[in-house]
């Protein structure tokens, strides 16, 4: 397992980590062969890490009938470590963890059992608890793995949290990095300047705005602290749409990274920036309230082969009329920013 400093370094350098969605087959049953084959596409691609047991996976798996949080983290983690031992390289291994603050424990002291190297807490399941109770929270979850703070937006469970928060949960000694996607350009500048103002050089900043990952990922951001003037960036990205195309994702973030030393953006960032909105807008269905948003996913995966079917452990979670016809007009739209071509030569190796 990594220490806590090299995980630091790892996720400071800015890293492109996917959150992984789940693979069923027609009877709605975990298929651990297309299971393990994401996340040997994932780390082929060149991805920084893998979130395990979030949104994209589900929270489904948590419920008692079907009882595939356990199995789920444990294959992951197994695969990811003997696809890495091949050729080991830095990779982070993120386990969701949510509810109560006794659900969240025990959520996570499963993942650090399993090898897992920090937590992305969920607070939504204290929507109804002061700010203060929320951090009591954080800071109990923190003795038992580092934490990857959560900006969640309201309109999928989430809520408004204020920058006094955001400056007090930076002082938490263990938390590594914060996924910001309150889907808000103001809110998103309160958490930075809490990080900011807690002095907090080394909490890593990723992008979980869907809805603006080019622009996110190319601002500086420049706050004052102590009479001086502090710029951060947000490095990389922890995203749901990283899921799907990530090999292109990938190249994105590296080349986003080149473009943000120099002295002046190409104003065709802009025009990229819009793209991967567009594409964004078509996977997560925001047409209807992001309500086809893990089917989208899932959509784009089974038709690269890389999951058997669009289905969700919830039979009612299912694509919006109109969001396939949404992805194949993307997917002709920006034919740079799709993988289909890098997925083909590899899929029957990630399957085997």
């Not at 991805?47 to 798996?61: D, M, W, Y």
């Not at 929270?137 to 006094?164: K, N």
């Not at 990938?250 to 594409?279: F, G, N, P, Y």
């Not at 078509?282 to 669009?310: H, K, M, S, W, Y």
């Amino acid at each position: 397992m990594e220490t806590s400093e090299s995980l630091r370094s790892h996720l400071l350098e800015g890293q492109a980590i996917p959150a992984l969605p789940l693979a069923l087959d027609e009877n709605r049953q975990l298929s651990e062969r297309h299971q393990q084959a994401l996340a040997r596409y994932y780390i082929d691609a060149g991805c920084g890490g893998i979130a395990v047991g979030v949104h994209s996976t589900q929270f489904e798996i948590r419920d008692p009938q079907h009882g595939l949080f356990e199995p789920v983290l444990k294959l992951a983690a197994e695969t990811i470590d003997q696809h890495l031992a091949v050729s080991p390289r830095p990779f982070i291994k993120i386990a969701g963890a949510c509810g109560q603050t006794p659900q969240a424990i025990a959520e996570t002291q499963l993942a650090r059992d399993l090898g897992y190297e920090a937590v992305l807490l969920s607070l939504a399941a204290l929507n109804d608890q002061p700010e203060d109770a929320v951090l009591a929270h954080c800071r109990t979850v923190a003795q038992e793995l580092p934490l990857i703070g959560f900006y969640l937006q309201p309109a999928v469970g989430g809520r408004v949290f204020s920058y006094d928060f955001w400056r007090q949960f930076a002082a938490i000694e263990s938390v590594l990095a914060i996924k910001i996607a309150p889907f808000n350009r103001y809110q998103t500048l309160e958490v930075i300047r809490g990080v900011i103002a807690a002095g907090r050089h080394d909490i890593a900043l990723y992008t979980g705005n869907d809805d603006t990952i080019v622009t996110d990922l190319l601002s500086p951001f420049t706050f004052e602290h102590q009479g001086a003037p502090v710029t951060r960036h947000i490095v990389g990205g922890l995203l749901g749409h990283w899921g799907v195309w990530s090999r292109a994702s990938v190249q994105l973030l590296e080349q986003i990274k080149i473009a943000r030393d120099l002295e002046q953006i190409d104003v065709r960032w802009l025009q990229r920036a819009a793209a991967v909105t567009d594409m964004n807008a078509a996977l997560f269905d925001a047409a209807n309230g992001f309500a086809g948003c893990i089917p989208g996913i899932l959509e784009v995966l089974r038709r690269q082969g890389l999951v058997p079917t669009n289905h969700c452990l919830n039979p009612d979670e299912i694509l919006s009329p109109g969001q396939a016809a949404e992805l194949d007009r993307v997917c002709a739209a920006y034919p740079d920013l799709i993988d289909d071509d890098f997925i083909a030569a590899n899929l029957d190796r990630w399957l085997s």
